[in-house]
């Protein structure tokens, strides 16, 4: 009894032991996926991340591959074609046939029915093209689709570059609006403590602790939803960089760092064939001068070899592997095919053509027109953002100076409630402005790169 009830102990402690382990390792194997799911970012990183895994982008590419598979299905056409037929077939009444006077010997017409019951045939037939007027044009078409898709690709890659850089900037903002408040809150809860302490030994009245108490509630209230909106904004960060909205993502940069001077490119020459939009346009029009050069080319003649091999079996009944009764035949040949008219449809190809082209002619100068007016529009809004958002700063600065002296004077009882709270409102004011500039300045800045081609 004694060995069986250590035995029975032995095992307990075991599978104890067992499960301890396992619950190590899976509690460690979640803390692991936990800290994978923690991001601290650049700008730079943030666009890398959002452009590896982006679906747009993904599905973009694809487009890339279906548009190459355009052009090998052109080439395809150039290769050899090669079609084998089988034919099995039972005549249920063989077609009837004139045979006249002296044909066979005969002394007056007749009707005859040649064939047999069982008729069967197979063959190879091949097809090569020597020349086709058409190819080499769908060839080079082909390719301008290529392109135009690399530049669809090109233009989402800048849309989610600016989409990302804008949310990375709101994120940054937020996150600095929600240490304002913090800051405004810690301060305000001093102010508070003085107050009710002042108030016990009756050096304020009850009507300036009032209004403490309530500037103290109001924030916190605040502070709370500065927290709320910097917690959205890197929600909405995370999606746009196509991670999973559960990432705590933390941002390296700080607003200092970004803002340390103005683009360089601000004093660069604009060049506008750096936008993608004008290259697309001019992509559509050499597509349509090749699709027009195209229909003059479908005139000339398509020059193809063509050679066939094939078996027939004609028989009573169904022998199919007797080869007493297969006879087989092959031929080969040379062909010249040209359509002489076609209902005047290629005209009317061609004149829908010429439209088109009209059409990106016009495209392209109009886009010349809007683009160059946004690269002058935006390059003073960049300018006029950057004087506004130094002046916020020199502002901030100066509102949190008469903090300090203020603070101090009301301590000393030498102003009273009301003053000392204009001093806290032109802070607040100026916090307020400051973000709004850095913000507006922010987006004059990568509306202007993006206007340049330069994002």
């Not at 402690?13 to 970012?41: G, R, V």
């Not at 056409?77 to 077939?89: G, H, I, K, M, N």
């Not at 100026?430 to 330069?454: D, H, M, P, R, S």
Request: charged share 25%.
């Amino acid at each position: 009894m004694k060995t069986s009830y250590f035995k029975v102990k032995s095992i307990s402690f075991f599978t104890f032991f067992l499960l301890h382990f396992l619950f190590l390792l899976i509690f460690s194997s979640f803390d692991c996926l936990a800290q994978s799911e923690n991001l601290k970012l650049s700008l730079k990183e943030a666009i890398e991340y959002g452009l590896k895994n982006r679906k747009d982008i993904q599905n973009q590419q694809i487009n890339i591959q279906l548009a190459e598979n355009e052009i090998d299905k052109v080439r395809s056409r150039s290769l050899p074609q090669v079609r084998a037929d089988f034919d099995f077939r039972y005549n249920t009444k063989l077609a009837a046939g004139f045979a006249g006077v002296g044909l066979f010997g005969n002394v007056e017409p007749q009707i005859l029915r040649f064939g047999a019951p069982h008729t069967n045939s197979v063959g190879l037939n091949a097809t090569y093209d020597l020349f086709n007027p058409a190819t080499h044009s769908d060839k080079e078409i082909a390719q301008k689709s290529v392109a135009l898709e690399q530049l669809m690709v090109e233009k989402n890659v800048i849309d989610v570059k600016f989409v990302i850089a804008q949310a990375y900037y709101t994120a940054l903002l937020n996150g600095e609006r929600e240490k304002f408040s913090s800051s405004n809150l810690e301060r305000i809860r001093e102010y508070y403590k003085d107050g009710k302490a002042k108030l016990e030994k009756k050096t304020i009245l009850q009507s300036d602790f009032d209004h403490i108490r309530l500037d103290y509630e109001n924030a916190k209230i605040t502070n709370e939803e500065d927290l709320k909106n910097s917690l959205l904004s890197q929600m909405y960060l995370a999606n746009q960089l196509g991670a999973n909205l559960n990432v705590n993502i933390s941002l390296s940069e700080s607003l200092d760092e970004v803002l340390k001077s103005l683009p360089e490119s601000i004093i660069a020459q604009n060049d506008l064939t750096k936008r993608v939009e004008i290259r697309q346009e001019q992509l559509r029009l050499v597509q349509n001068q090749l699709n027009i050069k195209k229909q003059d080319k479908l005139w000339i003649p398509t020059f193809s070899l063509y050679a066939n091999w094939s078996a027939l079996q004609l028989s009573s009944d169904f022998q199919l592997f007797n080869e007493k009764w297969w006879f087989p035949y092959h031929f080969v040949g040379f062909r010249v095919s040209m359509n002489l008219f076609d209902g005047l449809l290629r005209n009317k190809t061609k004149n829908e053509l010429r439209w088109r082209v009209t059409q990106n002619e016009n495209t392209l100068a109009k886009l010349q027109s809007d683009l160059t007016y946004e690269v002058l529009s935006t390059k003073i809004q960049l300018q006029n953002a950057f004087g506004r958002l130094k002046t916020a700063k020199s502002n901030y600065a100066l509102a949190e100076d008469i903090i300090k002296t203020d603070k101090s004077l009301f301590q000393e009882g030498k102003i009273n409630f009301s003053e000392f709270k204009n001093a806290e409102y032109s802070l607040s004011t100026a916090q307020n402005n400051l973000l709004t500039f850095y913000y507006n300045f922010l987006v004059a800045k990568l509306n202007y790169q993006k206007a340049i081609g330069e994002l």
